[in-house]
């Protein structure tokens, strides 16, 4: 567990990084599979005032984490407030970040598709229209719309039905919109173990998920940013071993904890 011991927090925006060897840095980063872009927050202490000058609404902010050699993106997307407050002797910089790039859960559009069209193809349309960077398009079915589709109101909400028609979860990771089949994800090739990072036992639960109800397993570890929404990995200790998909969950800095928290459900 040696590697783990070295944590290293990476904060990028307007072409400048900051790094926890040299500051403060706290965060929570949420994710899950909902169409509801997540909105975490990062908090770096002491910057000094033409540092913080650089967060600004609108901007793109990179956030990595992990440890000596092992570090990856956690977070990528456009920050939508910033504010400073004391905090004892020391100044806190807070960045509220949306995990998209221009994009609000507010944008309508008014639109009629002909008759056959593939509901693929107005999806992609649809995000088109709206600047939305589509990452992965995999409905489990392309149902053709025979009578045409008219798309009035709230795009995303426009693009959750269409999808949640053909069997697909719809959500944002790192600035891009996902879009497939709930129980198909990203093959991470990890294995979670207590000596890569496990903390105590999975606990078990239940929930509804997409309609249906799931058992699965809520899972604490050291922070690793290859866990993130629709990760596939190993989940291995002595009351759980299995393959396994993450459905939410979040990374957290603060002066006690560097952890990853996710609950998973079977990814077969």
Not at 60 to 75: H, K, P, Q
Not at 109 to 116: A, P, R
Request: net charge positive; proline share 2%; with cysteine.
């Amino acid at each position: 567990m040696s590697e783990y011991f070295k944590r290293v927090i990476k904060v990028r925006t307007h072409n400048t990084t900051w790094t926890n060897d040299k500051l403060h840095i706290e965060f929570e980063v949420p994710f899950d599979d909902d169409h509801e872009p997540n909105r975490s927050t990062i908090r770096i202490y002491n910057l000094s005032h033409d540092s913080r000058a650089k967060f600004k609404r609108g901007n793109r902010l990179v956030l990595n984490a992990g440890y000596e050699g092992d570090v990856g993106v956690i977070l990528d997307g456009e920050i939508t407030r910033v504010r400073s407050e004391k905090v004892g002797p020391d100044r806190a910089t807070i960045i509220k970040v949306l995990d998209t790039h221009g994009i609000t859960s507010k944008k309508t559009i008014k639109k009629t598709y002909k008759q056959k069209t593939n509901t693929s193809t107005i999806i992609r349309d649809l995000a088109h229209a709206i600047g939305l960077k589509l990452k992965v398009l995999d409905l489990p079915r392309d149902k053709v719309q025979k009578k045409g589709y008219n798309v009035t109101g709230n795009v995303l909400d426009a693009i959750e039905r269409l999808a949640d028609d053909c069997g697909a979860s719809f959500y944002f990771s790192k600035g891009y919109l996902y879009i497939r089949d709930i129980r198909k994800g990203d093959n991470t090739k990890f294995t979670l173990t207590s000596s890569t990072g496990l903390i105590g036992s999975p606990d078990i639960f239940e929930k509804s998920y997409h309609g249906k109800t799931v058992k699965g397993f809520r899972v604490d570890a050291l922070l690793q940013h290859k866990v993130s929404t629709a990760s596939i990995l190993t989940l291995k200790c002595q009351t759980v071993v299995g393959k396994f998909r993450v459905i939410s969950g979040k990374h957290v800095a603060n002066k006690s904890d560097f952890q990853t928290q996710f609950d998973c459900i079977s990814s077969k």
